[in-house]
Every structure is written in structure tokens, then in C-alpha cells.
């Protein structure tokens, strides 16, 4: 298919920088009660309570696996420290510096809200958000320049899935409702046109690239997912779901292992090099609800999935069979509400995901908050949870860059960069 010329690039004025400081804040405003780490221990099975009693807890700290980091790493080359410990080490220390995140940049550039957000693979101040309209945000706000803003069509764009192309970052995959999976660069143009629906009924919720393999992977609202080599060439196209497919990740490890997820309350696991038909998946994975999406760890050994409802699951790769981690949280789906995803931190056995508090939630406290929830990978306990009391909506999207240092969310129309008290003072 001939690519064919975006509308031209436009520079948005609606990034606003807003740094926070405590030196900034009002004297009579107290610490906003969600910073406080909140510990619920799991009872006799796997599953994990995330509710937190806020009264009380002011005072809870995890004490610190080592004295210091310094410390841990020379205990480590004496042979006296073994690796996990020492990474449990560098976790604690990481959990312990949120207290200091504060959001130290803010920008609302679409009339629609945000629906797609991710971090430039190589340059930790960069990151790309796309919005229902089709609209897409290139901003580096590392640097005083303003941002570059890709105008969409509008009604009907709306931007389902975005990826850096890890063979030139200088352009970005997308999947949309406009029907099509695309190659783009960042003034818009449309380099190649992986796959289109060419019809209205017929768009694409997902997309996923692997640089190892040089494939593409795109699911659509149908229930197919596509298979392309990254000159354009379709590999297959079946139809691995009754209904929309609503993520697709290849494994970071092993990129032949694909997981796609399912509003069919399935999550499916395939070998690329042995599909031949839908009944051809490795292992299915059912769930009581329609399920948003499915994410493998940084280092492939787990998968992280998030139902429409109010349940967070942990598969280990290597035990498909076994029962997973059960972690009940908020997050129900609403039409109008970009749908909540977790995902990993890239560093630590950490899971980052927006809380949206339902008062039929068995752990529901009267006013709880919209927070940022983290969660340890390993035992499903409830380590922080980020909030501002300025930005006090529900944060569907939440991401931190390849370095781990900085946390991106999405807030209905508006893009949250939280960073270090310091360091955003820096930035």
C-alpha cells in the first residue's frame, strides 16, 4: 500500500510546567495522606488484600534489607551477599526515594483524552502520547523547546497502541480506530502501512515489535491478530480470539513466546514458530472478567495481566499450569474511562498501577483516594502509593522510562511526569 502524507506537524502551547517543591507548598498544606507506605500481609493462599487503612500508618516504614547501597554491593563482591538479596537491597532503596516524587512537569495538549503513552527507548526525557482524537505528543521535557504535536483526525483516530521502532527511534508504530497499523516519523509522514481494515467495523487495538525477530504483531477488535515481517510482508493473519484483542506482547526474552489478551476473559500464550490456527496457543489462561492487557517482566520470567474489574494477576513463565498471584484492586472499566493497565517497573519486581476506589470493593475505606499503587511482584503487598492532591483524578496509564527514575501517567485529558523533588528541580 503506498504510504500516504499525515497532516502536517504542529508546535502545541499547552505544556505547562509546574514544579513541585516543598518549598513551593503552603504552610497549613499537610502531606498528602496517600504517601504513606501501606503493608497488608496476604493470608494462607496466594491471594493478596490491597486495601490500606489509612488512619494509623503514618508512622509504617519497611526497615532496610542493608544499611546502604554501598554497603550491600562490597557485601556482595566479599561473596557474603547473594544477587537476589542484593537486588531486594536496591529495591528497598528505590521504594524508599518515592517519598520525594513529586509531578515536576504537566501538559494538557488534546481535546480528547489520552489513550496511549510510551517512553523513548534511549532517551529517558523523551516520551509519546496519543489521544482518542488521534492526536499524538512527541515531547522531550528535558529541554526548554516545546513539544512536537501530530494533529489526528479526530472523532474515530483514537490512538489504541504506540511503540518507539527499535531499528530507527527517530520513528513510532501506531494502531488506531482509523483502521490501520502504521509505521509514522515524527513530522507525521506515514512511512508503511502494515495493516488495514478498510472498512469502519474493523480497527486495531494493539501492536507490539520485536527488534530480535523483526516482526510486527497487531490484534484488532474482532478477535484476529496479524503477524508481519518489518518490510511489510504478512506472515499470517487468524483469528485467535471470540472477541476484541485488547493487548499483545512478544516476550523480551524469548520473542517467539506472544501473550494476547482478550475481552473474551482469555489470555492466550503462543509459539510464533508453531501457530497453524486458533487452537494452536501453548497454554489459555481464563479470567472471571474482560481483561485490558497483559505485560511480560522486563527479564520474560513473568506475565502481568489486569482485568476490567478489580483483580491483578502473576503468571510465572516457566509454571503456566500453576495457579497465579491473585492481587484484588480497583480499577473497574467505565466507557469514557481510558482503560486501567499495570505494568512492571523496568528495574525492580515492581507492579505500577492507578487505582480507581469502588465502594463495593470488599477493602474500600470511606474517601479513598485515586492513587498510584505499587505493588512488590513477589508477594503482592501493597509497598507506596503516589499521590497529589492538585491532580487528584484517575491514572490510567502509568509508566516509567527505561532508566526507572521517571514516572509518566495519563489523567483523561492530561500527561503527568513525577520525578524526584531534587531532581525535577534539576530538570
Known amino acids: 500500500m503506498a504510504p500516504r502524507k499525515r497532516p502536517e506537524t504542529q508546535k502545541t ?11 513551593n507548598r503552603s504552610p497549613r498544606e499537610p502531606e498528602p495522606e496517600a504517601k504513606k507506605l501501606c503493608v497488608k500481609g496476604p ?25 546502604s547501597i554501598v554497603r550491600a554491593l562490597h557485601q556482595h563482591k566479599l561473596g557474603r551477599a547473594a544477587w537476589p538479596s542484593l537486588q531486594q537491597g536496591l529495591q528497598q532503596s528505590f521504594l524508599n526515594s518515592l517519598a520525594s516524587y513529586r509531578i515536576f512537569q504537566k501538559a494538557a495538549p488534546f481535546d480528547r483524552r489520552a489513550t496511549s503513552l510510551a517512553w523513548h527507548p534511549t532517551h ?33 483516530g483514537s490512538i489504541t497502541g504506540l511503540k518507539f521502532n527499535p531499528l530507527n527511534t527517530n520513528q513510532f508504530f501506531t494502531s488506531s480506530m482509523e483502521g490501520t497499523t502504521r509505521l509514522q516519523d515524527f513530522k507525521g509522514n506515514t512511512l508503511r502501512v502494515f495493516a488495514s481494515s478498510d472498512t469502519c467495523n474493523v480497527w486495531f487495538c494493539s501492536l507490539d515489535v520485536s527488534v530480535k525477530s523483526r516482526v510486527v504483531v497487531t490484534g484488532d477488535n ?40 482478550s475481552v473474551d476473559q482469555t489470555v492466550k500464550i503462543w509459539d510464533l514458530r508453531q501457530v497453524r490456527g486458533k487452537s494452536s496457543f501453548l497454554h489459555s489462561l481464563p479470567h472471571r ?21 478489580s ?10 499450569d500453576c495457579p497465579p498471584s491473585l492481587i484484588p484492586h480497583p480499577h473497574r472499566h467505565f466507557q469514557h ?25 470488599k477493602s474500600c475505606s470511606p474517601h479513598e483516594l485515586r492513587t498510584i499503587d505499587m ?27 527505561p532508566m526507572g527514575d521517571t514516572l509518566a501517567s495519563v489523567m483523561g485529558y492530561h500527561i503527568l511526569v513525577w520525578s524526584p523533588e531534587d531532581a525535577g528541580t534539576q530538570k
Not at 132 to 151: A, E
Not at 290 to 300: K, L, Q, R
Not at 337 to 361: C, E, Q
Not at 384 to 400: T, V
Request: contains cysteine.
Open 13 to 23: 502551547p499547552e505544556v505547562v510546567v509546574r514544579p513541585k517543591s516543598k518549598r
Open 43 to 67: 493470608g494462607s493462599s496466594r491471594r493478596f488484600d490491597s486495601g490500606c487503612l489509612w488512619a494509623g500508618l503514618s508512622s509504617l516504614r519497611v526497615p532496610p534489607l542493608c544499611s
Open 124 to 156: 529517558p526525557s523523551t516520551l509519546a502520547v496519543g489521544s482518542k482524537g488521534g492526536d499524538i505528543l512527541l515531547w522531550n521535557f528535558g529541554i526548554k523547546d516545546k513539544p512536537t504535536f501530530i494533529k489526528g483526525i479526530g472523532a474515530g
Open 222 to 261: 474482532v478477535g484476529h491478530v496479524i503477524l508481519l515481517n518489518m518490510d511489510g510482508r504478512e506472515l499470517w493473519n487468524l483469528r485467535m480470539h471470540k472477541k476484541k484483542v485488547t493487548h499483545v506482547a512478544l516476550n523480551p526474552c524469548c520473542d517467539w513466546l506472544l501473550a494476547t489478551a
Open 289 to 309: 472478567h474482560p481483561v485490558n492487557a497483559a505485560h511480560f517482566s522486563p527479564d520474560g520470567a513473568q506475565l502481568l495481566t489486569t482485568d476490567q474489574k
Open 311 to 320: 483483580e491483578i494477576r502473576v503468571y510465572s513463565a516457566c509454571r503456566w
Open 337 to 361: 474511562l481510558t482503560p486501567i493497565k499495570a505494568s512492571w517497573h523496568p528495574r525492580y519486581n515492581l507492579i505500577v498501577v492507578g487505582r480507581y476506589p469502588d465502594p463495593n470493593f
Open 375 to 401: 505493588f512488590d511482584g513477589s508477594s503482592g503487598k501493597i509497598m507506596y502509593q503516589l499521590y497529589d492532591p492538585e491532580s487528584s483524578g484517575i491514572m490510567s496509564l502509568n509508566e516509567f522510562n
